[in-house]
């Protein structure tokens, strides 16, 4: 009899263990070290990126869950960037977050840091890191509806000229790919240039001059980002406007395409969220990884490397007329109150955050 109580206060013991890690921890009483690493702040993308991640961490200290907050930024330097992953894994961060230049040269920095017991997020740029967990904006889904977009506004036949980003990252490579993919459903589209302009307004600005000056002609625009800038050099050279173009979420391009189809639509136009607050949606979940909450099933998805993804799926679109997403004039009443550099930008609630883990 003694034998059998023994044997089930063992087995309550346990299921009560069970209970008890099932359950998850208060996140108040955390108060994780936490940095976040960005490889440039050089444009406005990146700029409100930091902005909204820090807003989240500020937020965050004051209810415990952080303790400190510190943003690294080795503006595009990769051997700055492997010292201030290493100074963030000195210091004893729990937390780094890392939206790295490219995606190679950090793989000792990864595996010091996983010995270390910290949890590094890679996050926009996903960095090809196995067993890691990234945060990205579901890049499959911008590029194509973009491109999709295009295509059928040029009729499915013209010349179109194509900007990348910055080729070496994983977010660029994705959208070439599923640019390409879209683009072979169109056979009578061609592609007349490829070029990149790190997403700059002032690069693309540069390298839509060059095009301009070279005398190659075009139908449409298929860019990452950066459509302020070609449109200045078009309007500085006095060079017809595309029939079509595609996306940029900052305000500036919003109130240019707005002047420029006043009277008649000059640019038909997609634009899709690649939102800057993809840092603090990872914010968000990353301090509820480290704390040891379990994902839900099917909310992450396998990545290309042995990692798993977390995508945020784009859900603002702006067109001319609001055929797709919201119209125009529409997104113009939205952010009258922003400046000409700001972005359209959001990121996931709290409670969006928790529904992500098993409760």
């Given at each position: 009899m003694k034998k059998l109580v023994c044997t089930l206060l063992a087995l309550l013991m346990l299921l009560t263990c069970a209970s008890a890690l099932a359950e998850r921890s208060d996140l108040t009483t955390m108060g994780f070290k936490v940095a976040s690493l960005n490889a440039t702040n050089a444009h406005g993308w990146r700029s409100v990126y930091d902005a909204q991640l820090r807003e989240v961490a500020e937020e965050y200290m004051e209810l415990g869950i952080i303790s400190e907050y510190q943003e690294f930024c080795p503006q595009n330097d990769s051997a700055t960037e492997v010292q201030m992953f290493e100074t963030c894994i000195n210091e004893g961060y729990d937390i780094i977050l890392i939206n790295a230049i490219g995606s190679s040269g950090l793989d000792a920095c990864f595996e010091a840091a996983e010995e270390a017991g910290i949890l590094v997020v890679p996050v926009d740029n996903l960095y090809?890191?196995?067993?890691?967990?990234?945060?990205?904006?579901?890049?499959?889904?911008?590029?194509?509806?973009?491109?999709?977009?295009?295509?059928?506004?040029?009729?499915?036949?013209?010349?179109?000229?194509?900007?990348?980003?910055?080729?070496?990252?994983?977010?660029?490579?994705?959208?070439?790919?599923?640019?390409?993919?879209?683009?072979?459903?169109?056979?009578?589209?061609?592609?007349?240039?490829?070029?990149?302009?790190?997403?700059s307004q002032t690069e693309s600005k540069v390298v839509m001059a060059e095009v301009l000056a070279s005398g190659i002609e075009y139908d449409g625009i298929l860019t990452e980002e950066a459509c302020v800038g070609i449109l200045e050099a078009i309007e500085e050279a006095g060079a017809a406007y595309p029939?079509?173009?595609?996306?940029?979420?900052?305000?500036?391009?919003?109130?240019?395409?707005?002047?420029?189809?006043?009277?008649?639509?000059?640019?038909?136009?997609?634009?899709?969220?690649?939102p800057p607050g993809i840092g603090a949606t990872a914010l968000k979940l990353a301090v509820r990884m480290k704390a040891g909450w379990e994902w839900n099933d099917g909310v992450?998805?396998?990545?290309?490397?042995?990692?798993?993804?977390?995508?945020?799926?784009?859900?603002?679109?702006?067109?001319?007329d609001g055929s797709e997403g919201i119209s125009l004039a529409e997104a113009l009443e939205m952010t009258k109150d922003m400046e000409d550099t700001d972005q359209v930008s959001a990121y996931i609630t709290d409670e969006v955050a928790d529904a992500c883990f098993a409760e």
């Open positions: 090809p890191w196995e067993g890691s967990i990234g945060v990205q904006t579901n890049q499959y889904v911008w590029a194509g509806n973009a491109c999709r977009y295009l295509c059928e506004a040029l009729g499915g036949k013209g010349k179109i000229l194509q900007f990348n980003g910055q080729v070496a990252t994983s977010g660029s490579s994705v959208r070439s790919d599923t640019w390409a993919e879209v683009l072979a459903e169109y056979p009578d589209i061609e592609v007349v240039y490829y070029g990149a302009h790190n997403w029939k079509a173009m595609t996306s940029d979420e900052e305000i500036g391009y919003l109130r240019m395409l707005e002047r420029i189809n006043a009277d008649e639509t000059k640019i038909d136009f997609y634009i899709i969220e690649n992450l998805a396998d990545g290309t490397d042995g990692n798993l993804v977390y995508y945020y799926e784009p859900t603002l679109i702006v067109t001319q």
